[in-house]
């Protein structure tokens, strides 16, 4: 039988691929014979990484990128497409966040965080999707997929961290206007909002008395494994979720339920 989640010899890129969650996935999608591209700054992480899967017999390469930078953006997407194949799936994924009381942020702590979680995603998903509908025809039987990585914060608000709710809420909405407008190419467009990993991004902020507290109302009692963004991520990515687009999956433990 003809597995559904099959994503073997897919081209992925994933942005924000030297630590947390996206390492995590390109990890995921190698370990299941996809091509990774791995973007970020910080390429001596990207290149142990590839190295690393290049050595368990996948295919990898490395990029470097900084998504808020749009010319960059191009030019990365266009090595990728040349160097590796062209992108039937992305992981928009890199991200960024600064925690300051309200009344002491300032306009550029706001507009850094707005450059990449925002702006940034946008310049990806839009280069990306241009060259998706540009060979549409030979995009994967579901369709070429775009998963932006948004956050419970894009549903409820979480304090100190005005430009990072607002970019994640911005991007799930984005999500849903692409989705619609880039459904005729082929092209499907989802997101995933997850709720508390333990990666760079967070692993202080747990240790605050603020973080114990968010910690202890998850339903679920505890922060997720990295492996529970496989599955949502994999529905999503492979033709199993050829009808899904403009869906978000909430990897939360229930705590957006509780508004
Ligand atoms: N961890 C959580 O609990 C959680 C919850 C909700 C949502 N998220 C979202 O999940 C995504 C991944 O976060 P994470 O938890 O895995 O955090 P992380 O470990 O800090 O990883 C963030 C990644 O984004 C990259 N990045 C940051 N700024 C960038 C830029 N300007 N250009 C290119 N890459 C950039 C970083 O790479 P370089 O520094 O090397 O560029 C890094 O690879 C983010 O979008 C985050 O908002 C995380």
Redesign the pocket.
Known sequence: MKDIFDVAGRCVLV?????????HAARMFASRGAKVAV????TD?LDALVAEIIKTGGQALAVA????DGAAVEKAIDTVERELAPIDILIN?????WSRPILEHTPTDFAKVI???LN?AFYVAHAVARRMAAREASLPPGGGSIVN?????AIRTMIRTPA?NAS?AGLAHLTRMLAMELAPHRIRVNSI??????????QDYVHTERGKAMLAKIPMGR??RDEEMDGPMLLLASDAGSYLSGAEIVIDGAVACAR
């Open positions: 942005t924000g691929a030297s630590s947390g969650i996206g390492r973007a970020a700054r910080r992480r990128l900084d998504v808020a994924n890199a991200g960024t966040t450059d990449v979680n940034g990585i948004t956050s419970v914060a990072y994640k909002a997850p709720g508390l990993f333990i990666t760079e991004l967070s922060a997720a």
